[in-house]
């Protein structure tokens, strides 16, 4: 028998309005909206051309595990021990991926003899070693090549890291194919990635890199990137992406018998979580807020990233409803509630000029990191939930 759904247990509101003239939250407070979970799976399940896995490390809350399940998702982009024992402790039937290029020692040997996880990734010959000799010769996996891909369109680039090239590529997949393993390459093109056609750049990387090694490829995974709508940030309608990538699959020597998989993290859960904040102090055109970069905004602050959350604000009124100010937008410093000067979100906000302590921000599509990043620093941890919709 399942367990009864955990998110059951949330309290429900019609909406954020709500939520907001009843609750008057002192403390930050997620809304999740289960209905918006379904869109974003639906998007991949109805249209994407094989496995939609979650990257589990965008938001690894059991509440947003649970959303995801129960939107239809049921592979899982998993990067350690643990995260497989989170997915596999609520869903035993999960279909686990380990697909991070470098792991603890043991790491590959408990995850196959225990949770049976049979696909890996590599970028270099000492990570195919030991994931060979840990899961005691490699025959059984299907091991894919990571290739590092330049940075077109996204805004976090994800191949400085991992990924090598497909020179090397090539060398690492025909060392897996004689391993007797079954070959596949990855690649991430970089997360919040605005352009389609980085996907068709390095799929096209990833034929040449299979040609050069000879090798066959029956696997190839995407991997994530996939964008969610922001300010500031222009998302190209999702079946470019789709159309982009079924064709340039196309192009591969046998299509039909490469098994794709995709590994979105943000494009299947920014948009079903919003968050509702207060305003505490105005000091002028600084607003302190009860939450920030140590807790839900930390992505706000990494290097290249220049999108923010859509957000409004909301006062409630003498009649207790929560009511929207929109007058005469100005820009504002925010600030969270720690005492660190660096607690601040990077670029300033427009908001209306009128707003005040005890206002509320509700900021919208924030489902992606934010959570997973957050910290207690000060002993600020928003952890406060909410339901709503559908
Ligand atoms: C982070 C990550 C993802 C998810 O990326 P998004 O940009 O959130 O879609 C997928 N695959 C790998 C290997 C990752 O490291």
Aim: hydrophobic letters at 40%; charged letters at 20%.
């Amino acid at each position: 028998m399942n367990a009864p759904f955990i998110t059951q247990s949330i309290p429900r509101y019609a909406s954020a309005e709500d939520l907001i003239a009843r609750e008057q939250p002192a403390e930050p407070t997620y809304i999740l909206w289960p209905e918006k979970f379904r869109v974003a799976a639906r998007r991949f399940l109805d249209a994407f051309p094989g496995d939609t896995l979650y990257a589990i490390k965008s938001n690894p809350h059991p509440y947003i595990l649970e959303l995801v399940w129960s939107a239809g998702i049921r592979h899982f982009d998993t990067a350690s021990l643990a995260e497989i024992e989170l997915v596999r402790g609520r869903f035993p039937e999960a279909h686990c991926h380990f697909m991070a290029p470098v792991r603890q020692v043991g790491t590959a040997k408990t995850a196959f003899e225990k949770f049976g996880i049979t696909d890996y990734v590599v970028d270099c010959d000492f990570e195919l070693d030991k994931l060979i000799s840990e899961t005691g010769g490699g025959k059984k996996l299907r091991i894919f090549v990571r290739i590092a891909t330049p940075l077109g369109g996204a805004l976090l680039e994800l191949s400085s890291k991992f990924g090598t090239t497909q020179e090397d590529a090539a060398r690492l997949l025909k060392r897996v194919a004689e391993a007797g393993a079954v070959p596949g390459l990855t690649f991430h093109v970089g997360s919040q990635c605005l352009s389609p056609f980085s996907y068709a750049q390095a799929v096209e990387m990833a034929r040449r890199t299979a040609q050069m090694a000879g090798v066959e490829i029956t696997a190839l995974d995407i991997g994530g990137g996939f964008p969610a709508a922001y300010s500031n940030n222009d998302v190209p309608p999702y079946h470019w992406y789709f159309d982009t990538i079924r064709e340039s699959v196309n192009t591969l020597p046998n299509p039909k018998k490469v098994k794709l998989m995709c590994e979105p993290g943000r494009a299947l859960i920014a948009e079903g979580v919003s968050l509702v904040t207060q305003i505490i102090l105005r000091k002028g055109d600084k607003l302190y807020m009860n939450d920030g970069v140590y807790g839900s905004f930390d992505e706000l602050t990494l290097p290249g990233w220049n999108a923010d959350y859509p957000v409004r604000v909301f006062g409630v009124n003498a009649k207790g409803e929560a009511v929207s100010k929109a007058g005469g937008p100005r820009p504002f410093h925010v600030y969270g509630p720690t005492c660190d000067s660096l607690d601040m979100l990077p670029r300033p906000l427009m908001l209306p000029e009128n707003i005040g302590p005890g206002d509320f921000l509700l900021f919208e599509n924030i489902g992606a990191y934010s959570i997973a990043l957050r910290t207690n620093f000060n002993g600020f941890l928003p952890d406060r939930w909410a339901i709503a919709g559908n």
